[in-house]
T-cell receptor
Framework: EPEVTQTPSHQVTQMGQEVILRCVPISNHLYFYWYRQILGQKVEFLVS????????KSEIFDDQFSVERPDGSNFTLKIRSTKLEDSAMYFC???????????FGPGTRLTVT | QKEVEQNSGPLSVPEGAIASLNCTYS??????FFWYRQYSGKSPELIMSIYSNGDKEDGRFTAQLNKASQYVSLLIRDSQPSDSATYLC?????????????FGQGTILTVHP
C-alpha cells in the first residue's frame, strides 16, 4: 500500500540554524500539507500546497518557514533561524483532492537546543 | 477561530465492549469530517471519513454525523486491546479552504482485557 515517507526521523539542531525536512508524498496525490504537533498538544496545520504553489497557510507559517517541491517526488519544509519553540513533530501529509482524507507520513521529530 | 472539541478522556472500556467517542465543531460550513487514530509516538492514521448526515460503517467502526447539531461521533464495536490509542477528530475547513484540517485534542481510549 502506498505511503508517505519522511526523512530524517529525528533532527537535532542548534538554535539559529536552518533545517530542511523532507517528504515523499503518495505518488498519485496532488495536494500536500505540513502539520506540526508540539509534545502533548494538538496537531496544527501549517501549510497546504497544490500545483507548485502555496494554497493556504496558517498564522504559524510566517517568513521563517518555506516549502518547495524541488522535483517530481519530494516536498520539503525549510525552517530558517530555528527557535527553541520550533521543537515538535512535523508531519507531512498528502491527499488526492482538497476535500478527501489526508494520509500522514511517520513524522520528523525536530529538537532545537 | 474555528474549534474542534473532544472529551480528552481517558475513556476505559472492557474488551469486547462498544467504545463511543464524540466531537463537536464550530465551523457551520464544514463539509468533510475525519477520524484519525494515533498511537503514542506515531503519526495520525486515517480510519474514517464522513461527508453527509447519518451513519457510515466500515468494519468495526461506525462514524455518525449530525451537521445541524455540529456533532460527529465514532463507535468502535467489539473493542480490542489493540484499539488502545488516542482518537483524533479532524474537520476540514469550509468555504475556500484548501485542505486545512483542524484537529481536536484527542480522546485517549484504553481497552482493558
Amino acid at each position: 500500500e502506498p505511503e508517505v515517507t519522511q526523512t530524517p526521523s529525528h533532527q537535532v539542531t542548534q538554535m539559529g540554524q536552518e533545517v530542511i525536512l523532507r517528504c515523499v508524498p503518495i505518488s498519485n496525490h496532488l495536494y500536500f500539507y505540513w502539520y506540526r504537533q508540539i509534545l502533548g498538544q494538538k496537531v496544527e496545520f501549517l501549510v497546504s500546497f497544490y500545483n507548485n504553489e502555496i494554497s493556504e497557510k496558517s498564522e504559524i507559517f510566517d517568513d521563517q518557514f518555506s516549502v518547495e517541491r524541488p522535483d517530481g517526488s519530494n516536498f520539503t519544509l525549510k525552517i530558517r533561524s530555528t527557535k527553541l519553540e520550533d521543537s515538535a513533530m512535523y508531519f507531512c501529509a498528502s491527499s488526492e483532492s482538497s476535500r478527501l482524507g489526508q494520509y500522514f507520513g511517520p513524522g520528523t521529530r525536530l529538537t532545537v537546543t | 477561530q474555528k474549534e474542534v472539541e473532544q472529551n480528552s478522556g481517558p475513556l476505559s472500556v472492557p474488551e469486547g465492549a462498544i467504545a463511543s467517542l464524540n466531537c463537536t465543531y464550530s465551523d457551520r460550513v464544514s463539509q468533510s469530517f475525519f477520524w484519525y487514530r494515533q498511537y503514542s509516538g506515531k503519526s495520525p492514521e486515517l480510519i474514517m471519513s464522513i461527508y453527509s448526515n447519518g451513519d457510515k460503517e466500515d468494519g468495526r467502526f461506525t462514524a455518525q454525523l449530525n451537521k445541524a447539531s455540529q456533532y460527529v461521533s465514532l463507535l468502535i464495536r467489539d473493542s480490542q486491546p489493540s484499539d488502545s490509542a488516542t482518537y483524533l477528530c479532524a474537520v476540514l475547513a469550509g468555504g475556500t479552504s484548501y485542505g486545512k484540517l483542524t484537529f481536536g485534542q484527542g480522546t485517549i481510549l484504553t481497552v482493558h482485557p
